[in-house]
């Protein structure tokens, strides 16, 4: 791992919280992801199951974690399985987790070798009732591809037709939206890692230099302090800026226009999402300028009204109205076009089209029941935007932030933000 040891008290806890939700006699399984192929003998990098690295900070490929509460055998209510070490693996794969390293990462006393799994499964199958399976629910998955999980879904309804089977994952939500100081520890590394990206990029960008030399700078700067891209870096210059979604970051920042920047950092599989908008040269146009203190006032305004017992609908609808207003004083839309807007489609949607933020975590767009009302340890992004084709550019604008009881923590209240900053930081570039 590249990050440094996680002390396992974590995970531990983690544990317990799922086990208190399980019913008696119930069984959960959590796995690893599949390791993914590309072409003729290739394959991405393992990218960490995150219900079990937050259940067990195990990292490792094939891994499974059982727990079952109620298992008559103390030592079999948490058994974690791991392969087995071995020289020809050591060669070619490199170190693999021996049952103490596997302990002290996460917690397990009890850790047996995959080729034990089947057997102990097949006795705590015939003592338990409740099955929680584990799948991808997010509201946003792409489910095309069968997953590690949907495979042994489906291998468990074969050979054991008669137990009752249960969502794991709506548990596994409810848990995870909540962040633990712990966990707010390690996004806080996260986003220092970030707020030093970015900083470095401000003092690199200049007419002429391309997209992808950017981007070289966040991947210098994060990989140095053992992260890396959280998600595929958006570096977006003039036009492009309007286009939500880019990341060919390819193109040359020319001089006048704007550079979009969608660009953070993960650590320890916590991740930030920071996006920020700069002038290539240096100093906002007015008209740039204008529209950026438009979104920055609506970023500014949703974080404070990102408070505990708030439903995210809500929230959104409040930055809405408030946009329209922005959007009024920019001459962008009409009192007009208000009056016509629908509850469905507010006016504002023609410049400001997508969400207003989501849950953040060891997910990016992170697990979480949005449909409930923000209580305390929730983290979220809060990510307004104007987009205009029509001269060429747009802004966005996004902080990660913490609810409390106490209102809102913004865990990016460092990095800067304000057009006066951006541009001081820019101008002594080359001092």
């Known amino acids: 791992m590249r990050h440094d ?3 396992a008290e974590l995970f531990t806890e983690n544990r317990a919280r799922l086990s208190a ?7 959960a ?3 690893a992801n599949d390791v993914l192929p590309t072409n003729a003998d290739g394959h991405f990098v393992m990218h960490p199951n995150s219900d079990l690295f937050y259940l067990s900070g195990i990292e490792q490929e094939q891994s499974i974690l059982l727990i079952a509460p109620d298992a008559d055998d103390e030592k079999w209510r948490e058994i974690l399985f791991i392969r087995e070490p071995n020289e020809l693996l050591k060669t070619w794969e490199g170190h693999k987790h021996s049952k103490e390293e596997a302990t002290k990462l996460s917690g397990v006393k009890n850790v047996k070798w995959l080729s034990e799994f089947r057997g102990i499964f097949h006795k705590l199958m015939c003592e338990l009732e409740h099955v929680y399976l584990n799948t991808n629910e997010h509201k946003a998955a792409s489910l ?9 879904v489906q291998d468990c309804r074969a050979k054991y037709p008669l137990h009752d089977y249960r969502r794991l994952a709506p548990l596994m939500h409810q848990l995870r939206v909540v962040k633990s ?13 970030t707020r030093a990206g970015f900083l470095r990029v401000l003092s690199f960008t200049k007419p002429g230099v391309n997209e992808c030399e950017v981007e070289a700078e966040f991947a210098h700067e994060f990989i140095r302090q053992r992260g890396k891209f959280a998600y595929p870096p958006i570096i977006a210059a003039g036009k492009n800026s309007c286009i939500l979604h880019y990341n060919s970051n390819d193109l040359p920042c020319e001089s006048g226009d704007l550079l979009l920047l969608d660009v953070a950092a993960a650590y320890a599989n916590y991740n930030a999402d920071l996006t920020r908008t700069i002038p290539i040269s240096g100093r906002f146009t007015p008209r740039q300028r204008e529209v950026y203190d438009a979104v920055l006032r609506v970023m500014r305004a ?4 990102a408070v505990v017992g708030k439903k995210h609908r809500d929230w959104q609808r409040e930055s809405q109205l408030h946009m329209n207003e922005e959007l009024l004083k920019l ?6 076009d208000i009056k016509k807007q629908t ?13 207003l933020g989501h849950p953040l975590g060891l997910d990016v767009h992170d697990v979480g029941h949005t449909t409930e009302a923000f209580a305390p340890g929730w983290v979220l992004t809060v990510e307004p935007g104007i987009y205009i084709p029509d001269e060429g550019f747009g802004v966005r604008l996004e902080n990660d932030i913490v609810v409390t009881d106490d209102g809102p923590l913004d865990l990016m209240a460092t990095t800067p933000v304000e057009a006066e900053e951006i541009e001081h930081l820019m101008a002594s570039r080359h001092n």
């Open 29 to 31: 399984v959590v796995q």
């Open 144 to 152: 095309e591809v069968a997953s590690r999980d949907q495979r042994f």
């Open 181 to 193: 100081p712990p966990e707010l520890e390690l996004l806080r590394k996260a986003v220092d890692i």
């Open 331 to 336: 001459s962008l839309i009409t009192e007009e």
């Open 5 to 7: 040891p996680i002390e």
């Open 21 to 27: 939700k399980l019913p008696p006699k119930s069984l």
């Open 302 to 305: 949703s974080i404070k009204g």
């Open 343 to 355: 509850e469905d489609e507010l006016a504002c949607r023609k410049y400001f089209m997508h969400g």
